[in-house]
């Protein structure tokens, strides 16, 4: 059974930095594309980053490029997220998935196993 622990969440203020960690158990996390999606109240769970299985590729949604940052230890089955320049926009609840065996980079919800998630804070 797929188990991903996410940590890291917290408040912090404009301008900030947060690192984001996900610990795998339950899979062969080499195999896996992993993913951070996000879900603000009232809105949908977006996604917002993926880190391909195969050669470690990164994919990032339009709205945090250049500021986002995902990374994967793969000794460690853990997954990172190391977010920079953080904006009250940013604010939601933090995700860690895992998509199909072998399969490419979906920024979709469907098809994936899920954290329970750490909640991120920026205040103005």
């Known amino acids: 059974q797929v188990q991903l622990v996410e940590s890291g969440g917290g408040s912090v203020q404009a301008g900030g930095s947060l690192r984001l960690s996900c610990t795998a158990s339950?899979?062969?996390?080499?195999?896996?594309?992993m993913y951070w999606f996000r879900q603000a109240p009232g809105k949908e769970r977006e996604g917002v980053s993926c880190?391909?299985?195969?050669?470690?590729?990164?994919y990032y949604a339009d709205s945090v490029k250049g500021r986002f940052t995902i990374s994967r230890d793969n000794a460690k089955n853990t997954l990172y997220l190391q977010m920079n320049s953080l904006k009250p926009e940013d604010t939601a609840k933090y995700y860690c998935?895992?998509?199909?065996?072998?399969?490419?980079?979906?920024?979709?919800?469907?098809?994936?196993?899920w954290g329970q998630g750490t909640q991120v804070t920026v205040s103005s």
């Open positions: 998935a895992a998509g199909i065996r072998w399969s490419q980079c979906q920024l979709k919800i469907e098809n994936k196993a």
């Open positions: 339950g899979l062969t996390f080499d195999d896996y594309a």
């Open positions: 880190i391909t299985w195969s050669d470690s590729s990164t």
